[in-house]
C-alpha cells in the first residue's frame, strides 16, 4: 500500500529534504525512524526539494510498503522515533497512482523578513535578519509585475536543468506586521531558488536600489543576472500543498 | 558613569540570566563581550533572575564604569562580540542611583502554549507543547480570580526565601490564535515561578481537572502544594519591563 505522510520541520539542522550522500536530510530521519518501526526502509517520495536550512510548516511525501502499524497511529508512533524537529502530522491511505510531486497542482511559501534594527534573537535561523528598514508598498508595486502566467528563467538559480521555465504565480504579497515583513508566494510550480531570487529582487526594490517597474523588465530579460541577489534559507517556509 | 542595556535573548541554551559558577549564562555571556570590548569586566546588574531556558524579548540590565565607545554605539559593538542568540537593542546612560530591579515598577510576561494534535518542530523550545486541546474561556474564567492585590504564596515556589509574598496582577489574559494559546501576565512584581505555577494552574483549569472557582480557593488557601504544576520553562518570555 501507498500511504502521504504530511510532515512539518524545522531545517536548520538538514541539509534539505532529499538524501544526498551522507548529509543529514529530512528524508534520511524518516527513513531511519520507518526503519526502526517497521523494520525494513520503504521508499520515501517527497513533494519538493527544500533547500538547506529551508523550513515546512506542511510538506508531504508517500511511503510504499506493508505497515505493521494502522495508519491512524502512525503519526504518534514516528513521532516518538524522531527527533524534536521534525514532526508527522498527518497519515492517510492514498492511490498507487498518487505521486507526492506529480500530483500536486501547487505550493504556498511565505518568507519572514526581521526589520528591526538589530538582529532579534528569537527568530536567528528563522528569518532573514534584514535589519535596515524596507519599504512595503514598493515592494508590493513590484510584485504586482511578478503575478500570472510568466517565464521566470530571470528567477531560477543559474545551472539548473529545468527546460520549461514558464510557471503562474497566483499570489504574491509583502505584509508588515511589527517588526517583521512576510512575503506570500503561491505557484502552480516553483523554480529551483525562485521564492529566494524574487524576495532578493523585493528587497532591493523596498530598500531603494531598484524602482518597482524594474520587476517587469528583469522577467522579459530572462537572464539571472538582472535579479537581485538570493535571499537566505532561513527566512523560507513552504507553508501549504494543494492536490486535487 | 552607569548605563542601561536593552537585551533580547533566547534562552534554550543558558541557565538563567545570572552568573551561578562556570554554567553558561547570559550574565556570563555580556560580561565577556564586555570584556572583549573594554578591557575590563564592568559590574553587571539584571532587572530579575530568569530560569533556566525561559526567554526575553526585553531585558534590562544596569553596567558601571568607564566606557571607551560612545554609548550610542555600544549595541552595535556589542552585538558583534555576542553569540546571536543574545542581542543589544539599546543602551543609555542612567543616574547613578538607579537600579535595574529595584527602580522597576512591573513586568509583562507572556507564556505561549502549542496546543496542536503533534508537537509543532517550529516552535519546540519555544512554545510548551501540550498537544491536547484547552478551554480557553475556563482558563479567563480562572484568570479572572487572580486579578488584583493578593497573597501569592499558593503560586511560589516551594523553598523561596521572600517573606512578603503579596502582589498585584494587573492584567491575567488567555488568547487563543491558531494552535497557540498566548497568555499574558502584567503585575508589580513576580515571586519565584509564580508565572509557570499560575500557567500550570490555568491548564489543570482548561484540560477540566479544575473548575475555574478553584482558582480563588487556592489563593485563599497560601499553599503551593493546592495549586497546578509548574508549566516548563521554554514557553515563558520576559515581555516587558516597566520604568517610572
Redesign the interface.
Known sequence: MKILLEL???GSAYHGWQVQGDALTVQKILQDACEQLFGYRPPVTGCSRTDSGV?A?QFFCTAEGVFSVPVDRI??AL?TLLP??????DAREVSLDFHARYSCTGKEYFYDICI???????T???AWQYCRPLDVKRMNQAAQYLCGKHDFASFCAAGSSVIDTVRTVSALTAEQAGDHILVRISADGFLYNMVRIIVGTLVEVGRGAMPPEQAERILYAADRSKAGPTAPACGLYLNRVFYS
Request: net charge positive; hydrophobic share 30%.
Open positions: 512539518a520541520y524545522c523550513h510548516k503519526p504518534a513521532n524534536e524537529d521534525v514532526s508527522v502530522l528591526s534594527r538589530y538582529r532579534d534573537p528569537l536567528v535561523g528563522r
